[in-house]
């Protein structure tokens, strides 16, 4: 069982940043693709982005690209979701995950893996 571990959420005005980081112990992060989703109140969980395992690939889901930049560094077995420019519309919880398949993907169900979420709230 890997157990994912995400912090930096928080209550931010619009406009502003943040940081958010998902942790996997272990040589489970380097033959991870890690993905982030986030899940808006009352709505179903969505794709936002996702890197390959050795960080060369990255995907976005439209209405985050250009504001938010996902990353990985392998030797804090870490990644993380650089959101900038922050809407209100942005605020749900946000997941991590892991997909040890070959290609990194924007389907939740490929992804075997998750963390507990963290919320960020934008406010206006």
């Known amino acids: 069982q890997v157990r994912l571990v995400e912090s930096g959420g928080g209550l931010v005005q619009a406009g502003d940043s943040l940081r958010l980081s998902c942790f996997v112990p272990?040589?489970?992060?380097?033959?991870?693709?890690i993905g982030w989703f986030r899940r808006v109140f009352g709505k179903e969980r969505e794709f936002v982005a996702t890197?390959?395992?050795?960080?060369?690939?990255?995907d976005y889901a439209n209405f985050v690209r250009g504001r938010f930049t996902i990353s990985r560094e392998h030797r804090a077995n870490t990644a993380y979701l650089q959101m900038d420019n922050l809407k209100p519309e942005d605020t749900a919880v946000y997941y991590c995950?892991?997909?040890?398949?070959?290609?990194?993907?924007?389907?939740?169900?490929?992804?075997?893996?998750w963390g507990q979420g963290t919320q960020v709230t934008v406010s206006s």
């Open positions: 272990g040589y489970d992060f380097m033959r991870s693709h």
């Open positions: 995950a892991a997909n040890v398949r070959l290609h990194i993907s924007r389907t939740d169900s490929d992804y075997d893996y």
């Open positions: 890197i390959s395992r050795d960080g060369s690939t990255t």
